[in-house]
């Protein structure tokens, strides 16, 4: 069974950075698209960063410029540097993994609380 393992998540003040992992493990054949999503208090789920096989990476408007994506092929591991946070970064972020080529996202994360203080 594929498994998605985010760490990395807390509080930080505003203007500060965290990194967050997750780590997939399982019978993995063939990875499409690895991405990011978060989901604000009282909104729904949304986009912030995707990554495909190829190395090709995209970003939400609110983010960019200051979030980047990045892997490690060989440890099946997918990184978020969050920068110059704000309170509206707030959200439960969930890691997301496409294994077809129409990219749908076949396999989530648990989630991780990512807390920006004013």
């Known amino acids: 069974q594929v498994r998605l393992v985010e760490s990395g998540g807390g509080l930080v003040q505003a203007g500060g950075s965290l990194r967050l992992s997750c780590t997939a493990s399982?019978?993995?054949?063939?990875?499409?698209?690895m991405t990011w999503h978060r989901q604000p208090p009282g909104n729904q789920r949304e986009v912030v960063a995707t990554?495909?096989?190829?190395?090709?990476?995209d970003y939400a408007d609110s983010v960019e410029g200051r979030f980047t994506i990045s892997r490690d092929n060989a440890k099946h591991t997918v990184f978020l540097e969050m920068n110059n946070l704000n309170p509206d970064d707030t959200g439960i972020y969930y890691c997301?993994?496409?294994?077809?080529?129409?990219?749908?996202?076949?396999?989530w994360g648990q989630g991780i609380l990512v807390n920006v203080s004013a």
């Open positions: 399982g019978d993995i054949f063939r990875i499409n698209v």
């Open positions: 997301g993994m496409g294994v077809t080529p129409r990219a749908d996202i076949d396999y």
């Open positions: 990554m495909t096989s190829g190395g090709l990476a």
